[in-house]
C-alpha cells in the first residue's frame, strides 16, 4: 500500500517545499526550473534526494488531458541527482503545463506550473524581460527573503536573466558549490523559497555568473576550482552553449532581440596585468571557439533589431574601474569599434555587480546606453560597492535597498524601455531607446481587377492576386501586411491564407505561423486587439494559432468593438528566404463572418470592388551588411 506524505526541507520553519510522494520512494527536492527555450522546445532542470528514473508530462491542455512525454533520465550521485529533460514537439507562443514523474509517481497532482513558448525567430513581438543580480549569501543569512521576486512575477515576463553573484558564498569546493546552488533555488533559505514559488517553475531563466558565486572575490581563468564550476552548472542550469567545456557563454533569441550572456570570469585574464592588446575579459586562454570570436562574429551576423549585451560587471570604465571593463580598456574599445565598423545598430549594456539601488546611463557616460541591475536583497549600507562612475539618468544607493530591472520591447514602435526598480516594483530610474537604422521599403497593392469576392451563405471571401516586385535582401524581415482600416462594422471572425503560385501553376498553402493583429488605441498606442485568438473552434489562453491546410489564423475583435486603424502582418521571411521567385504571386485573403460589412458582391466572379490594402514589408535595417 502506497502512502503519501508532505516531504519537506526547510531550516526556516514554514518555507517548505510543497510535493506529494511515495514515503518510501525518491522525491524532487525542487521546483523545477525551465531554460533554453525556443517555439518549439525547452528544457526541464529537476533534482530528487536520491537516485530515481524521472520524465516530464506536458500539454497545452490546463489539466493535462493526454500529454506528451519526454524521454526518461536515471539520476545519481554523479550529478548531484539532476537531470535535464527535453520537450519538443512544441507550437510557438502557446503555454504549456507541465509535471515532473519520480520513480512513476507523480510530483504534482493539481495546479500544474506553466511556461510560454518563444515566438518564431525574427518574428517582431512586444515582451519585457526581468533582470536580477547580487543576491546575499543565503549561507551566512538564510533567513534574508528575496520579495523582489514576487515583484518581478507580478510583471509577467517573457524570461528572466540572473546576471551574477547568485549568490555571494565564494564556494571554493565541489561541495560548496552543489550546496550554494541547493540554497539559492530551493527551501533551505528565504530567498530560495521566493525564487522557487515565485520564479523557477514559470518562467524561463538563462544565467551567467560573476566572481563570487563562480568561486572567489575577483576570481579569473586562474581560479582552482574552474573546472568544478563549470561542471555543477552543468548540472543545475539546464542552458544550451557555444562551448560547454570553456565556460558558460550564450545567447538567447527572442522574435527579433538577441541577448548575449558574456561570462566575465572564467574566461579573464588577471586584472592586474597591465592593459594592452594581448590582455583579454573574453578569451584570456586564446582558445578556438573562444568568447570573443564568437561575440564579435555573432553581433556582425545577427538580424535581430536589438542586441543587448549583458556583462556581469559594469561596461563603463569609470564604474569599478580595478575589477570591470575600465580594466580592460583595450579590449573594450576594440569592442566598440567592431560595433561601430560595422555599422551594428541598437546596442545597449545590461550590468550588475556594482550593489546599487539601480543606474542608468543613455551612453553619454558609458559609450553605450547602459542599466545596472538593482542588487537584489543585499543588506548594504554603502552606495556601492566600488565607483559608481557618472550615470546621465542617476543613480540609487544601494542602501536603499534591492530590486531588478526590466527590458520592455515593443515591436510596432521599436522602442526598449529599460526601467531599474526597487523591490516593490516602484521604479527609480528609466529610458526608452529608439532603435535606428529601420529602414522599411513598402510595396502597397490597391487591387481591383485582380479582386474576386466570394460569398457563400453567411460568408464574404476577398482575395487579391499580388506580384512581388522586386527581391528583398536575403538578410532582411519581410512582411505582408493585411491594412483592415477599411473595414467597418462588428468583425465576428477572419481567416488569413497564403498562398504561393508554384512552377507547376497550381496554388499551394503555405502555413502562416508568425501572424500580428495590431489596433491602433487612443493615444497611440499599439496593443492587441485581442490577447485570446481562436484556432478553429479551441480558444487560445496565449500566444498564436499554428495550424496546417487553408486555415492558417482566426481572431476575434470582440463584439462591438470597431476594427479601424488596425492591420494584420504576417511574418514571411522564411518564405523569402527559401527562394520563392520573385515573378511569383502570392495571394492573401480576408475571410469575414456574418455581421462583417466590406463589400456587396456576385457568387464566384471577379467584380471590381474596394478592398483593405494589401502590403509588403521589407524591413532592410538587418541587410545592412
Known amino acids: 500500500m502506497k502512502i503519501f506524505v508532505l516531504f519537506e526541507v526547510s531550516v526556516i520553519g514554514s518555507l517548505a517545499l510543497l510535493l506529494l510522494s511515495d514515503a518510501s520512494a525518491a522525491a524532487l527536492t525542487h521546483q523545477p526550473l525551465i531554460s533554453s527555450v525556443?517555439?518549439?522546445?525547452?528544457?526541464?532542470?529537476?533534482?530528487?534526494?536520491?537516485?530515481?528514473?524521472?520524465?516530464?508530462?506536458?500539454?497545452?491542455?490546463?489539466?493535462?488531458?493526454?500529454?506528451?512525454?519526454?524521454?526518461?533520465?536515471?539520476?545519481?550521485?554523479?550529478?548531484?541527482?539532476?537531470?535535464?529533460?527535453?520537450?519538443?514537439?512544441?507550437?510557438?507562443?502557446?503555454?504549456?503545463?507541465y509535471r515532473v514523474v519520480v520513480d512513476g509517481v507523480d510530483a504534482q497532482t493539481a495546479d500544474y506550473p506553466s511556461f510560454v513558448t518563444f515566438p518564431s525567430e525574427g518574428m517582431p513581438s512586444d515582451f519585457s524581460v526581468g533582470v536580477v543580480s547580487d543576491l546575499i549569501n543565503t549561507r551566512s543569512r538564510p533567513e534574508i527573503p528575496a520579495p523582489a521576486y514576487q515583484a518581478l512575477a507580478e510583471e509577467s515576463p517573457a524570461f528572466v536573466l540572473q546576471i551574477g553573484d547568485f549568490d555571494h558564498g565564494n564556494p571554493g569546493t565541489l561541495a560548496e558549490m552543489r550546496n550554494m546552488r541547493k540554497r539559492t533555488r530551493g527551501p533551505n533559505s528565504a530567498a530560495g523559497t521566493d525564487w522557487a514559488s515565485e520564479i523557477a517553475p514559470y518562467f524561463p531563466v538563462y544565467y551567467v555568473w560573476d566572481d563570487h558565486d563562480y568561486g572567489a572575490n575577483n576570481a579569473d581563468k586562474t581560479f582552482s576550482g574552474r573546472a568544478d564550476a563549470l561542471r555543477v552548472y552543468d548540472e543545475y542550469f539546464p542552458i544550451e552553449r557555444p562551448n560547454p567545456t570553456a565556460g558558460v557563454w550564450h545567447s538567447i533569441i527572442y522574435g527579433d532581440v538577441e541577448i548575449f550572456m558574456l561570462d566575465v570570469r572564467s574566461q579573464r585574464d588577471p586584472a592586474g596585468v597591465p592593459d594592452g592588446p594581448n590582455k583579454s575579459l573574453l578569451n584570456g586562454d586564446d582558445i578556438y571557439n573562444g568568447q570573443k570570436d564568437?561575440?564579435?562574429?555573432?553581433?556582425?551576423?545577427?538580424?535581430?533589431?536589438?542586441?543587448?549585451?549583458?556583462?556581469?560587471?559594469?561596461?563603463?570604465?569609470?564604474?569599478?574601474?580595478d575589477d570591470a571593463w575600465g580594466a580592460y580598456s583595450t579590449e573594450r574599445q576594440e569592442l566598440l569599434d567592431w560595433i561601430a565598423s560595422n555599422h551594428i545598430d541598437n546596442v545597449f549594456v545590461v550590468s550588475g555587480d556594482l550593489h546599487t539601488g539601480g543606474a542608468i546611463d543613455d551612453g553619454t557616460h558609458a559609450d553605450l546606453p547602459e542599466i545596472s541591475v538593482p542588487h537584489t536583497n543585499l543588506e548594504t549600507q554603502s552606495d556601492s560597492t566600488g565607483p559608481q562612475g557618472l550615470w546621465s539618468h542617476g543613480t540609487t544607493p544601494g542602501s536603499d535597498g534591492g530590486g531588478y530591472a526590466m527590458l520592455k520591447f515593443s515591436a510596432v514602435t521599436g522602442e526598449v524601455l529599460l526601467e531599474a526598480k526597487d523591490e516593490t516594483g516602484a521604479v527609480r530610474h528609466s529610458l526608452t531607446l529608439q532603435s535606428v537604422g529601420e529602414q522599411r521599403s513598402e510595396q502597397t497593392f490597391r487591387p481591383t481587377q485582380d479582386v474576386f469576392v466570394r460569398e457563400n451563405r453567411s460568408t464574404h471571401e476577398a482575395w487579391a492576386r499580388l506580384r512581388t516586385d522586386t527581391a528583398p535582401n536575403a538578410r532582411a524581415r519581410s512582411f505582408l501586411r493585411f491594412d483592415v482600416s477599411t473595414v467597418s462594422g462588428d468583425v465576428k471572425s477572419a481567416v488569413l491564407r497564403l498562398y504561393v503560385h508554384s512552377d507547376s501553376g497550381a496554388f499551394e498553402v503555405v502555413e502562416l505561423t508568425n501572424i500580428n493583429f495590431w489596433k491602433d488605441m487612443p493615444g497611440g498606442v499599439w496593443t492587441w486587439a485581442d490577447k485570446y485568438p481562436w484556432c478553429g473552434s479551441s480558444r487560445l489562453t496565449s500566444g498564436n494559432c499554428r495550424t496546417t491546410g487553408s486555415q492558417a489564423a482566426k481572431w476575434i475583435c470582440g463584439s462591438g468593438q470597431d476594427c479601424s486603424n488596425s492591420f494584420v502582418e504576417v511574418d514571411v521571411t522564411d518564405l523569402v528566404r527559401s527562394g520563392i521567385a520573385v515573378d511569383n504571386w502570392l495571394l492573401f485573403g480576408l475571410q469575414q463572418r456574418s455581421g462583417a460589412v466590406v463589400m456587396s458582391s456576385a457568387n464566384d466572379r471577379l467584380v471590381p470592388a474596394r478592398s483593405p490594402i494589401l502590403t509588403i514589408v521589407t524591413d532592410s535595417a538587418a541587410a545592412t551588411p
Open 38 to 97: 525556443t517555439s518549439s522546445t525547452a528544457k526541464v532542470w529537476v533534482r530528487t534526494d536520491s537516485a530515481a528514473r524521472v520524465w516530464v508530462e506536458y500539454s497545452s491542455d490546463p489539466e493535462l488531458a493526454a500529454p506528451a512525454l519526454t524521454a526518461d533520465v536515471d539520476t545519481s550521485g554523479d550529478s548531484d541527482f539532476t537531470a535535464t529533460l527535453d520537450m519538443d514537439g512544441l507550437a510557438p507562443l502557446t503555454a504549456y503545463y
Open 294 to 321: 564568437w561575440l564579435f562574429n555573432r553581433l556582425a551576423a545577427s538580424t535581430a533589431r536589438w542586441k543587448v549585451l549583458v556583462s556581469g560587471v559594469p561596461f563603463k570604465s569609470d564604474a569599478k574601474p
